[in-house]
């Protein structure tokens, strides 16, 4: 079998690290068709011909690479690529020391593959992946089944769901999910604050560790911190949707591209008690058509405003400009406050400075990973010059901080540095706070540490704290403080989703995956 044995013996190595799964009979089966011998060389020639496109094609079924039918879906998106951004993904597709340990592995197995019969050694290796599986089935059966998704409240013997099964857990999550609404109500008149809420692309918790940023001076600006915040999508477009219908409970992936319960959308639930609203992107809008989506399925129709004044300060990986981030929103604040009296206002601001392939002038690296620190740390100084503007002009605003996704700097060991297909807890846990902008307080009292919640989060729980503040003004001598309001959050267990991959994590703290139609798998990463 020359080097065919070395390829089951890798993929082995490899499903036992965690790099890639195993169909153990799929394999077995192209196993036994390259073991008859053949004397005839153009049949000898003939089987090896079709066995390689046959390999190969399995390896990719094995691995967790997104499923051909998804990389198909995102033919459109991966031709707005620069040619510049596809060879920076390509350098981060070689790993020279992988590389190297590769063609040591080679040369010795040409060494010993005389001396040592190594079909022997693939077909044991081939079939302990069923016999290994088969012995930890117990145990990853009640890591999986314990409850996976059980912090969402009812028992399972409640509800009469199969512990056992994540797709029954899930459907329940998901069902428990549907129920859930929170409205905005005031007390009676004009509502009492202005809202910004400032949507960060490529910002997660794991990211601002790996830069040595997770202390960033900005957060300890805000008076609520969420520390276990899932934004539930690894992609701009969903999250966009996840966050304007954060009104509702959390929908499967493709619900929202469907019909939405109009009492999901945030903004125009805004408007009902009084809100002016408007959206504000620091670039075009064109890429997958994020502009026509928010517009469209958001709740924002009508409502983007002009950002071309504001100065260039980078490129995007599709060539287009990116405007600066404290001049855009600086400028719409002097137009804001130029306004005397009339309703007040929620914002809806989109940044894409942090995102993967972006290009900035002047900086001697290329590689959108070398440049993303720099890019973090100006982004925060941002955002912090402005909340020092809102404070000097003295007007009560809401400042809500959300995270669309993680950029996946450090990647994992199946997915490389910048790739998103897995929304697993380094993309989708992000830094989300709340910043109440014009709160009177004593001229000697320090600044105030801010209030960590550490619960499990998302959307919901964020909108039912603004809905809170909004029918009990926070900033009234008689309001009850932050800590009161959060002392029973609003809780949501982590499911992130893209379009094919679904990640949960269980009871005991674990996650699991499941690709398409796929089983559930234990994610480690």
């Given at each position: ?276 609203t408007a959206a504000l992107l620091n670039h075009d809008g ?195 403080p932050l800590a009161e309001r959060l002392q029973a959050p ?36």
């Amino acid at each position: 079998m020359s080097y065919w044995n070395l390829y089951f013996l890798v993929k082995v190595g490899l499903s036992f690290t965690g790099y890639i799964g195993f169909n153990w009979w799929l394999n077995l089966l192209l196993w036994l068709a390259l073991q008859p011998p053949i004397a005839h060389r153009l049949l000898r020639r003939a089987r090896a011909v079709l066995a390689w496109p046959v390999a190969i094609a399995l390896l990719y079924h094995d691995s967790y690479l997104p499923t051909p039918a998804r990389v198909v879906s995102q033919f459109k998106a991966l031709a707005g690529f620069s040619a510049d951004y596809w060879l920076e993904l390509a350098q981060r597709l070689v790993n020279p020391a992988a590389l190297a340990l590769a063609m040591a592995g080679l040369v010795l197995y040409a060494a010993l593959a005389r001396r040592i019969r190594f079909a022997t050694f693939a077909l044991v290796g081939i079939l302990s992946v069923p016999l290994v599986a088969a012995i930890q089935e117990h145990g990853v059966q009640e890591g999986i089944g314990g409850g996976a998704l059980a912090s969402q409240g009812d028992g399972p013997e409640e509800a009469g769901i199969n512990t056992s099964d994540p797709d029954a857990l899930l459907q329940k999550f998901y069902a428990s999910e549907s129920q859930k609404r929170t409205q905005f109500t005031t007390a009676g008149g004009t509502p009492p604050f202005d809202i910004i809420l400032l949507h960060v692309c490529s910002l997660a918790w794991d990211d601002m560790e790996f830069v040595g940023q997770r202390d960033n001076p900005l957060l300890k600006r805000f008076d609520v911190l969420f520390t276990n915040f899932n934004s539930a999508a690894s992609y701009s477009g969903p999250a966009s949707l996840r966050v304007l219908h954060g009104s509702c409970g959390q929908t499967p992936h493709k619900k929202l591209y469907e019909g939405i319960d109009p009492q999901c959308y945030v903004f125009p639930n805004l408007e009902k008690v009084g809100y002016q609203t408007a959206a504000l992107l620091n670039h075009d809008g064109v890429y997958e058509e994020f502009a026509h989506a928010l517009e469209q399925r958001g709740g924002l129709a009508g409502k983007l405003q002009p950002n071309q004044s504001a100065p260039v300060h980078m490129q995007n990986f599709d060539g287009s400009p990116i405007y600066n981030d404290h001049a855009l929103l600086s400028q719409w604040w002097k137009k804001r406050s130029a306004q005397s009296g009339g309703a007040p206002v929620a914002l809806y601001y989109n940044t894409i400075s942090l995102h993967d392939g972006n290009r900035v002038p002047g900086m001697s690296s290329r590689s959108s990973l070398d440049t993303y620190k720099p890019r973090l740390v100006q982004l925060m100084a941002d955002f912090d010059k402005f909340i020092t503007e809102l404070e000097t002009a003295g007007r009560p605003v809401v400042v809500v901080l959300v995270p669309e996704h993680g950029a996946s700097l450090r990647g994992d060991k199946i997915q490389i540095s910048g790739m998103r297909e897995i929304p697993g807890p380094r993309i989708t846990l992000v830094p989300a706070a709340v910043k109440l902008v014009g709160m009177k307080k004593a001229p000697e009292a320090p600044p105030a540490a801010p209030l960590v919640v550490n619960q499990p989060m998302s959307y919901l729980g964020l909108f039912t704290l603004l809905g809170d503040m909004l029918a009990d003004n926070p900033y009234a001598a008689t309001a009850r403080p932050l800590a009161e309001r959060l002392q029973a959050p609003e809780t949501t267990p982590f499911v992130s989703e893209n379009a094919d991959v679904i990640v949960v994590r269980n009871a005991a703290g674990k996650y699991l995956m499941k690709s398409g139609n796929g089983e559930w798998i234990p994610y480690t990463y």
